[in-house]
């Protein structure tokens, strides 16, 4: 069972930039490639990026390519997210987990952001 607590959320304006950190309890986050995810008002949940468990790999969604990094500190359990170049439509409950079927079924609060002028 892993613990997961998603932080660094907003308000900011379109072309601004934010800094998401996930903080994960457990050896089951730090062997396993993680991810970002987020969910939009009437949208489903969908992942924007992934690391391997060593952070030697990342991999993102077209949506956010170029504008958002992914990294971990394995010493410290964290992942983050950095989010530069902001849309309207990155609007979302951000949200951190395992990828694929190392994912977890409980889920963190996530964190707020909100892109608006």
């Known amino acids: 069972q892993v613990q997961l607590v998603e932080s660094g959320g907003g308000l900011v304006q379109p072309g601004g930039s934010l800094r998401l950190s996930c903080a994960a309890s457990g050896i089951m986050f730090r062997i396993y490639a993680n991810g970002w995810y987020r969910q939009a008002p009437g949208k489903q949940r969908e992942l924007v990026a992934s690391?391997?468990?060593?952070?030697?790999?990342?991999d993102y969604a077209q949506s956010v390519k170029g504008r958002f990094t992914i990294s971990r500190d394995n010493v410290k359990n964290t992942l983050y997210l950095q989010m530069n170049s902001l849309k309207p439509e990155d609007t979302a409950v951000y949200y951190c987990n395992n990828v694929g079927r190392y994912a977890s079924e409980y889920w963190g609060q996530g964190t707020q952001v909100i892109v608006s002028s």
């Open positions: 690391i391997t468990s060593s952070g030697s790999s990342t």
